[in-house]
């Protein structure tokens, strides 16, 4: 039972460096999202998909882009790495309805 | 972006005692969740609430829908060590997709 994979768990990048950090589940969930996660703030969401082909954006959302091409992947793309983007990032899916989401276990990014 | 207020944002308690914790919106939700996370893990669900004045229990956990939509409660009895980590309550309005709001956490420590 894989659920929610996302890689790599730990990376460090030099400021204007850009990285994609993958996220892949295989229950055919339909929506998927990602959150990153600050000391003291909870988690808030970046951008999130209702299926593939459709993403859009949450509450955080500069700095960062996405795409949904299939339904197993949602990778999260940070083109010129700030700073300001040192955080632990969460990747979460869900099947449609009433249901709710399965989180990954996290990658942690520093940006010095 | 809006958050939820939870509170306390943390606690020590001895083994045996009971725990509780709250969250409060200005806005009305649809849906409570309450999840807990361990160190260098994605949140769990524990407890997911639907409706207002649903009161729901997983084992030693009760939670609570509050009747005007803007606040739910969790309630652990008889507290063990394995009940360590973070808290975290979020709400869902209808027909935002995939989209929760998460409140700030309550670390939670238990000392023997």
């Known amino acids: 039972n894989a659920g929610v994979t996302q890689t790599p768990k730990f990376q460090v990048l030099k400021t204007g460096q850009s990285m994609t950090l993958q996220c892949a589940q295989d229950m055919n969930h339909e929506y998927m999202s990602w959150y990153r996660q600050d000391p003291g703030m909870g988690l808030r969401l970046i951008h999130y998909s209702v299926g593939a082909g459709i993403t859009d954006q949450g509450e955080v959302p500069n700095g960062y882009n996405v795409s949904r091409s299939t339904t197993e992947d949602f990778p999260l793309r940070l083109l010129s790495a700030a700073p300001s983007q040192t955080s632990v990032y969460f990747c979460?899916?869900?099947?449609?309805?009433?249901?709710?989401?399965?989180f990954g276990q996290g990658t942690r990014l520093t940006v010095v | 972006g809006q958050q939820l207020n939870q509170s306390p944002q943390s606690m020590f308690i001895q083994e045996g005692e009971d725990v509780s914790m709250n969250c409060t919106s200005s806005s009305i939700f649809n849906t409570w969740l309450w999840y807990k996370q361990d160190p260098g893990e994605g949140p769990v669900l524990l407890i997911a609430?639907?409706?207002?004045?649903e009161l729901t229990s997983n084992g030693r956990l009760t939670a609570q829908f509050g009747i005007t939509r803007k606040d739910s409660f969790l309630n652990i009895s008889a507290s063990i060590p394995s009940d360590v980590g973070i808290y975290f309550c979020?709400?869902?309005?209808?027909?935002?997709?995939?989209?929760?709001?998460f409140g700030t956490g309550t670390r939670l420590q238990v000392t023997l």
């Open positions: 979020a709400g869902r309005t209808t027909g935002t997709a995939s989209k929760l709001t």
């Open positions: 609430l639907y409706k207002a004045g």
């Open positions: 979460a899916s869900r099947a449609g309805g009433n249901t709710e989401a399965f």
